[in-house]
C-alpha cells in the first residue's frame, strides 16, 4: 500500500469510527469520494476535521479524502466521475462548464469568500504596483489560477497584459525564480506564496503583495463542488456533506490548532507551525470576511457571481458565458441561521 492510500484509509477509519461511535449503522452509509485541489496543508483542515469527529459518518457518508494536483484537475476528477464532490476554484469551474454545456457541476458551498489570487515582488526589483509590471516578466505554473486570472488583473488596472513577459515553471521553482531574479515578479495563492518566500529568507517587509481583491476583482475562490450523478441521486447526501463541511469549518475557526492536529493525523511530515499559520492566513484573508461575518459562511451574492464570470469569461476568452445559476446552487445550504460564525 502507498503512502497516498495509507492516508485515504486514514481519512475514511477515522470517519467511519466516529460514525459508528456515534449508532450510525454501516449498511446506511454512502461512499463518497472527495478530492482536494491541493496538498493536506493548513486550509484543508475543516474537511479533515470534520472527517476525524465523525460529522460526515453523521451524515450518513462514508468518506475519503485525497489530496490533489490544482483546481483545474480536481473538476476534471469530478467531471470524470472518477470522484463525487470536490473542493476547488470556482474559476477553474466556470471555464469547465463554458466548455461543456451538456454536463456542468455546480458549487453547492463556497469557502473563500475572497479569493487568494495575488502576485508577489521583491522590493529589490523596483516595483511598486501593477504600473510597474509593463516589459518585467511573470512566473508562475501555467495552471495557477492567479496567472491565468493576471489578463483580468491587468485589464482592471489599466495595464496591458501583452507588455508583461511569461515563465512557466514547476510550483516547486516559483518562488526561488523569484528571490535569484530569474523572474520580476510571481503570481500564486497568497497563504502559500507568502509562506514560501518567507521559508526562504525573504522579510515580509521586503514583499510587495498585489491581492487582486484590492483592485476592484470581484472574484470568488474555492467552493465545494458536486457532480451531477451525485445532485440527482442523492442530494439528502449532497445536503449532509455541506451540513458536516459547516461543522468542520466553525471548529477550526474556533481552534485552528486542532485542524492542523487534524492534519498532521493524515500527513505526520507536514511543519505544524508553517500549517498553522498558512491556516490563519487563509481565515483571516479568504474565509472570514465581512460578507461572511454579517451572512454566513457558504452562499455567494448572485450579482458579484455574475459580475466575477463575466470578468473571468473576458480573462480566458471564453466563448459561452454561463449565469450564475449555472455555476452556483444554495439548495443544499442550511438556513442561514445554521451558518453563522462566532465573533
Not at 127 to 138: E, F, K, Q, V, W
Not at 279 to 306: C, F, P, Y
Request: aromatic share 8%.
Amino acid at each position: 500500500m502507498n503512502r497516498q492510500m495509507r492516508k485515504i484509509l486514514a481519512v475514511g477509519l477515522l470517519a467511519a469510527g466516529a460514525g459508528l461511535a456515534q449508532g450510525a449503522v454501516a449498511g446506511e452509509e454512502l461512499a463518497v469520494k472527495f478530492t482536494l485541489d491541493w496538498k493536506f496543508q493548513g486550509p484543508t483542515a475543516p474537511f479533515i476535521l470534520a472527517a476525524e469527529r465523525g460529522y460526515y459518518a453523521e451524515e450518513g457518508i462514508d468518506v475519503t479524502i485525497d489530496q490533489g494536483q490544482g483546481s483545474a484537475g480536481a473538476v476534471n476528477r469530478v467531471a470524470s466521475g472518477t470522484y463525487d464532490m470536490g473542493f476547488a476554484d470556482i474559476n477553474a469551474l466556470i471555464e469547465y462548464n463554458s466548455q461543456n454545456q451538456d454536463k456542468q457541476i455546480k458549487s453547492v458551498m463556497m469557502l473563500y469568500d475572497a479569493p487568494p489570487f495575488s502576485l508577489f515582488s521583491l522590493k529589490s526589483t523596483g516595483i511598486t504596483g501593477p504600473d510597474d509590471l509593463a516589459g518585467r516578466t511573470l512566473g508562475a505554473p501555467v495552471f495557477d489560477a492567479s496567472y491565468k486570472l493576471f489578463p483580468a488583473f491587468a485589464s482592471a488596472t489599466g495595464i496591458d497584459a501583452d507588455a508583461v513577459e511569461r515563465s512557466n515553471m514547476d510550483p516547486a521553482l516559483r518562488e526561488a525564480m523569484l528571490v535569484r531574479g530569474d523572474v520580476d515578479f510571481i503570481s500564486g495563492h497568497y497563504f502559500s506564496s507568502f509562506l514560501d518566500l518567507k521559508s526562504k529568507g525573504v522579510s515580509p517587509d521586503d514583499m510587495v503583495i498585489m491581492l487582486y481583491s484590492d483592485f476592484g476583482l470581484d472574484f470568488y475562490g474555492n467552493s465545494v463542488i458536486a457532480s451531477p450523478e451525485m445532485v440527482a441521486k442523492h442530494p439528502d447526501k449532497v445536503a449532509g456533506f455541506v451540513r458536516a463541511t459547516l461543522k468542520g469549518v466553525k471548529d477550526v475557526l474556533a481552534d485552528p490548532a486542532a485542524g492542523v492536529a487534524a492534519v498532521k493525523k493524515i500527513d505526520p511530515l507536514i511543519d505544524d507551525d508553517l500549517e498553522l499559520e498558512r491556516l490563519q492566513l487563509a481565515i483571516d484573508t479568504n474565509i472570514l470576511t465581512d460578507h461572511v461575518k454579517a451572512e454566513g459562511i457558504g452562499d455567494v451574492e448572485m450579482d458579484r457571481l455574475s459580475r466575477s464570470i463575466g470578468q473571468v469569461a473576458q480573462s480566458y476568452g471564453l466563448e459561452a458565458t454561463p449565469s450564475a445559476e449555472e455555476i452556483f446552487t444554495s439548495e443544499f445550504l442550511p438556513a442561514k441561521e445554521d451558518r453563522m460564525v462566532a465573533q
